[in-house]
């Protein structure tokens, strides 16, 4: 009993910590799992058992594979191809033709690499585009088993648990039923998303940007007013610092200082117009050379997150200085370098010479636009990647070699035509992924050891007590796509799948429809941007706002939980 209430601490800190957003998920399961360690509720090779877990290895070989996919034409062709037509018919090309690719390789990948593309079209507003094109993403993962992490990770909980592993098409039938029944709602929806091209050229994005007027600066002994600083185009002089008081807001008839700190808030375009005055020296001022700026969206899991440009020496550790911050549609205030960061903030760049090089790129960034990291293969590579990746599928589905296997192969295939190199894969080793999932390999196996997930599958059965299995299976699927919103949905799988294990036992039925259950609602990521990567990538890119998603992920969760509720039991019977 003491093991049970001792592993009960351990999960409420650790969904607590998930909830407050206040530490990575990655860091928060590992100590959870080394917490479980150290109380004596698992033996070091039980704990570590979890780390060599076959689909857990499977999972990282792919995201290692595409780091070259990522470099082929493919994407690129292809999005050219779905801007062209009306409204309508583009949003068909492009929900079919991204559910189909976000099938078959990262989701992530195929949305950062469309992005661009729709951003720059002429014909459609992209706020009618990117966000359908993140849904069509997700609801596409849930059609194989490689199509999302997710997918991957509830496999490693089952083959764990003893049972037969899931097929790579046996999601298919119920995935096939979600597709269609969101794009067809996608599609007419899409036209109701506001069209913000207007204000993007106008005010819509709230970059903050800091300047300091020099001793030697001409700006000295007037006033604002007559230093024009209050006649600038989509650019808004909102605050003064001068000998740590500010100034807010600032009275036209102000007459400046040396040292006086300032503080407008404007469009990134706008940064342009500081040149124009002499000695006022803005943020990120002299790493300045001429380069082409960049937009990095901070990802949710990055260590910068909580933390201040300052405290986080951010200059040095990334070769960049931070000219400007923006916090979605929110107006920030305060000196820039002593912003607390948030997920989805987006940090307006001047890249040094080392900044593409540096390891951390893809673990603190969820996105960054404006300089292509990775260079394109020439058609002889980008043919044989395509080629040997869709190989390596056929082969595995037909049974000839494991997926395992396949992909290490393919990978060597990769090293040794120069596709992709060692520092690469380094680079993008997912070491936060492989943490949560083998952390939470082991936790899933002490809920069920320990007796704990029985506990809760019995408070479930109270609750659904005379309405039957069916019930139940509701309940797990609803309980799985609330975590999922409010944490993200690796942890959802994690922490719902030993519960609906053990209520199928105690139900006495086949565990599979409550596996799907699991499965697809920990991929039911519509209705907050925070609940998935690929939803803070489109809330920037778009410049979305939270009740955009509302407005177009409320009626797809709830077309989307239909769909499942009732495809789910018929292709999979109790």
């Known amino acids: 009993m003491s093991e049970l209430w001792l592993l009960t601490a351990i999960l409420v800190a650790l969904v607590a910590g998930l909830v407050s957003g206040r530490a990575n998920p990655a860091s928060l399961f590992f100590f959870a799992g080394l917490a479980s360690y150290l109380l004596g509720l698992v033996s070091l090779d039980t704990a570590l058992a979890g780390f060599t877990n076959n689909g857990l290895i499977t999972l990282v070989l792919l995201v290692l594979a595409a780091t070259a996919l990522e470099k082929t034409s493919l994407l690129g062709k292809l999005s050219q191809a779905i801007s062209k037509g009306s409204l309508t018919l583009t949003l068909a090309k492009l929900g079919v033709s991204t559910a189909v690719l976000s099938s078959f390789t990262n989701n992530t990948a195929v949305v950062a690499s469309l992005i661009g593309v729709v951003r720059r079209n002429q014909a459609h507003a992209p706020t009618k585009l990117l966000l359908p094109l993140n849904y069509a993403a997700i609801l596409g993962g849930t059609l194989t088993l490689i199509g999302t992490s997710t997918n991957l990770i509830v496999n490693s909980f089952v083959e764990n648990a003893g049972l037969k592993p899931l097929g790579f098409f046996e999601f298919t039938s119920v995935g096939i039923i979600v597709v269609i029944s969101g794009l067809l709602l996608l599609i007419p929806l899409a036209h ?23 001793k030697n600066s001409k700006l000295v002994g007037k006033s604002v007013q007559d230093n024009r600083l209050r006649a600038l185009k989509k650019l808004y002089l909102v605050e003064l610092e001068r000998s740590g008081i500010r100034i807010c807001p600032v009275p036209p008839q102000l007459v400046l200082q040396a040292d006086d700190v300032l503080r407008f808030s404007g469009a990134v375009e706008s940064v342009e117009l500081l040149h124009q005055f002499d000695g006022l020296n803005w943020f990120g ?24 440009l300052k405290d986080s020496r951010f200059r040095e550790e990334f070769d960049a200085a931070v000219m400007a911050i923006r916090r979605g549609h929110q107006p920030l205030k305060g000196g820039l370098g002593d912003i607390e960061l948030q997920p989805g903030d987006v940090l307006l760049l001047t890249p040094g010479d080392s900044f593409t090089k540096k390891p951390r790129l893809a673990d603190d960034f969820a996105a960054i636009s404006g300089l292509d990291l990775s260079v394109r293969l020439d058609n002889k590579r980008g043919h044989w990647v395509l080629f040997g990746f869709a190989l390596t599928i056929i082969a595995s589905i037909a049974g000839i070699i494991p997926l395992a296997k396949g992909l290490v192969v393919l990978l060597l295939s990769f090293l040794a035509i120069g596709a992709v190199t060692v520092s690469e894969l380094k680079r993008r080793f997912p070491l936060e992924l492989v943490v949560i999932v083998g952390s939470a390999l082991g936790l899933a196996n002490l809920m069920i050891s320990t007796g704990l997930a029985d506990v809760m599958a019995q408070g479930l059965l109270e609750v659904f007590d005379g309405y039957g299995v069916f019930a139940a299976f509701v309940g797990v699927y609803l309980m799985t796509v609330i975590v999922t919103e409010i944490i993200t949905n690796n942890a959802a799988a994690a922490l719902s799948f030993p519960v609906a294990y053990a209520l199928a036992m105690s139900y006495g039925v086949d565990p599979r429809p409550f596996i799907m259950a699991v499965v697809f609602g920990a991929s039911a990521s519509f209705i907050s941007p925070y609940g998935y990567q690929t939803n803070l990538m489109v809330f920037n890119a778009g410049n979305y706002q939270f009740s955009d998603f509302v407005r177009l992920g409320l009626p797809l969760s709830l077309v989307y939980s239909a769909a499942v509720i009732i495809a789910v039991p018929y292709f999979f019977p109790f």
């Open 285 to 308: 001022k002299q790493q300045a050379k001429g380069q082409n700026l960049i937009e990095a969206v901070l990802a949710p899991s990055s260590s910068l997150v909580g933390t201040s």
């Open 192 to 214: 109701l998303l506001p069209d913000r091209r207007d204000e993007t050229d106008d005010e819509a994005l709230p970059y903050l940007l800091e300047a300091h007027i020099a």
